[in-house]
Antibody, heavy 118, light 107 residues
Framework: QVQLQQWGAGLLKPSETLSLTCSVS????????WSWIRQPPGKGLEWIGE???????NYNQSLKSRVTMSIDMSNNVFSLKLTSVTAADTAVYYC????????????WGQGTLVTVSS | DIVLTQSPVTLSLSPGERATLSCRAS??????LAWYQQKPGQAPRLLIY???NRATGIPARFSGSGSGTDFTLTISSLEPEDFALYYC?????????FGGGTMVEIK
């Protein structure tokens, strides 16, 4: 059974960098596409970006200037960095898997609440 | 970006009743539409992909239909565990976008 386990700092100050990691177990890591999605409290879902096992990326243009995603094939983990955070970046962040670029998301991590507050 | 509009925002029904949820796209997404269920404090769960294909392990009471700009998720007979929030998502164009959600609540 595929499992995605994520972790990272839950409380940040404005202008700091958000950093989250997602570990994949129970299935192949290569050949899939790995996304980050966020959900502000009480609101809907926003896709942030995705990457594949080769490190090729596809970012949402709305966040592209602040987002970096990376992958570590040797440890089956991928990561998200979001720079210069503000209160508007407060959200639950999810990692997820798809079988194609821009594909549907069939496995999700448990979510990490990141709060940005001074 | 493609905008997805879900209706109604809230659907109040009783267990055993049929639920019909709608998702309308601002432009054609062919059949590249998925449905997810989300319960409080949980990640979304994939129910339907490519408009009408049930994901692994999803009960047959869930079905999806539609193409182009108009899509429907039907739950044929609501079970207690089906009361939740439902989102549609398109993958026709990048970025993936999600609808605003429909809450199915107990009447």
């Amino acid at each position: 059974q595929v499992q995605l386990q994520q972790w990272g700092a839950g409380l940040l100050k404005p202008s700091e960098t958000l950093s989250l990691t997602c570990s994949v177990s129970g299935g192949s890591f290569s050949g899939y596409y790995w996304s980050w999605i966020r959900q502000p409290p009480g609101k809907g879902l926003e896709w942030i970006g995705e990457l594949n096992h080769s490190g090729n990326t596809n970012y949402n243009q709305s966040l592209k200037s602040r987002v970096t995603m990376s992958i570590d094939m040797s440890n089956n983990v991928f990561s998200l960095k979001l720079t210069s955070v503000t209160a508007a970046d407060t959200a639950v962040y999810y990692c997820a898997r798809s079988k194609a670029w821009n594909g549907h998301l069939d496995y999700w991590g448990q979510g990490t609440l990141v709060t940005v507050s001074s | 970006d493609i905008v997805l509009t879900q209706s109604p925002v809230t659907l109040s029904l009783s267990p055993g009743e049929r639920a019909t949820l709608s998702c309308r796209a601002s432009q054609s997404v062919d059949t590249y539409l998925a449905w997810y269920q989300q319960k409080p404090g949980q990640a979304p769960r994939l129910l339907i992909y490519d408009a009408s294909n049930r994901a692994t392990g999803i009960p047959a009471r869930f079905s999806g239909s539609g193409s182009g700009t108009d899509f429907t998720l039907t739950i044929s007979s609501l079970e207690p565990e089906d009361f939740a929030l439902y989102y549609c998502q398109q993958r026709r164009n990048s970025p993936r976008t999600f609808g605003g959600g429909t809450m199915v609540e107990i009447k």
